[in-house]
């Protein structure tokens, strides 16, 4: 319990930094990313484990630390949230990669979207070749 409290407090400590101030915001935020992926690690269940990973995730995206990002909502179980936000950061490849393994936990309106798009931008990539 300790251990969630302070990653919580670390996290509220993080947006408090200005975001002028780019280093110290972007260690405090990877430090409550870490805090919480500890959390995820000690977690008495699966769903506290979840929480804990997409916390982690959020603190990531507050820095944008895309790949990590990613790799937190994977380890919560959350791919549709990891392909969605691969799609809106212009990571298509790694969009398309985590819908085709794991096409059965991604919601099929998120996983449409991108196929479209993904076939669109490869069509036109050849085109330009």
Do not use: W
């Amino acid at each position: 319990m300790v251990a969630v409290a302070t990653a919580y407090n670390l996290q509220e400590a993080a947006r408090d930094i200005p975001e002028s101030e780019t280093r110290r915001r972007r260690e405090a935020f990877t430090g409550a990313a870490s805090a919480f992926e500890h959390c995820a690690e000690i977690a008495r269940s699966a769903e506290e484990e979840s929480t804990h990973y997409a916390s982690a995730a959020r603190c990531y995206a507050d820095v944008k630390y895309h790949q990590d990002v990613v790799r937190t909502l994977k380890l919560a179980n959350k791919f549709t949230e990891a392909a969605s936000y691969c799609f809106d950061n212009n990571l298509l490849d790694n969009a398309v990669s985590i819908i085709k393994k794991h096409e059965a936990q991604v919601d099929s309106n998120t996983m449409e979207c991108i196929k479209e798009v993904a076939r669109m931008s490869y069509l036109e990539s050849k085109e330009l070749e």
